[in-house]
């Protein structure tokens, strides 16, 4: 069973910068991939960016060139750095993962999901 916990949230003005952390334990093979969400008040949740196993990456057209996923194999943790962040990129994050084979950034092909945390942009 794969848990998530997600960390690094809080707010911060437009224009800076945050960094997510998901730390992912209890899980026996290869997770094939694993993914950002974020969901806001009122609105569906939405794939921000995902990470395969081998390290290929694919993104919303939202954050392209602001929000880099990355994930560090050793410390079982994945990360996303929001850069030039804007208050339309406040949501609560989810952090998921997939032993499945679609690289579909939709969170039906995600299967384990965290908690969630917050994230707020002022103007």
């Known amino acids: 069973q794969v848990q998530l916990v997600e960390s690094g949230g809080g707010s911060v003005q437009a224009g800076g910068s945050l960094r997510l952390s998901c730390a992912a334990f209890?899980?026996?093979?290869?997770?094939?991939?694993m993914a950002w969400f974020r969901q806001a008040p009122g609105k569906e949740r939405e794939g921000v960016a995902n990470?395969?196993?081998?390290?290929?990456?694919s993104y919303a057209d939202s954050v392209k060139g602001r929000f880099t996923i990355s994930q560090d194999n050793v410390k079982n943790t994945l990360y996303l750095q929001m850069n030039s962040l804007k208050p339309e990129d406040t949501s609560m994050y989810y952090c998921?993962?997939?032993?499945?084979?679609?690289?579909?950034?939709?969170?039906?092909?995600?299967?384990?999901w965290g908690q969630g945390i917050q994230v707020t942009v002022s103007s």
């Open positions: 998921a993962a997939s032993y499945g084979i679609s690289a579909e950034l939709v969170w039906e092909r995600y299967a384990y």
């Open positions: 209890g899980y026996s093979y290869t997770i094939n991939y």
């Open positions: 990470i395969g196993s081998d390290g290929s990456a």
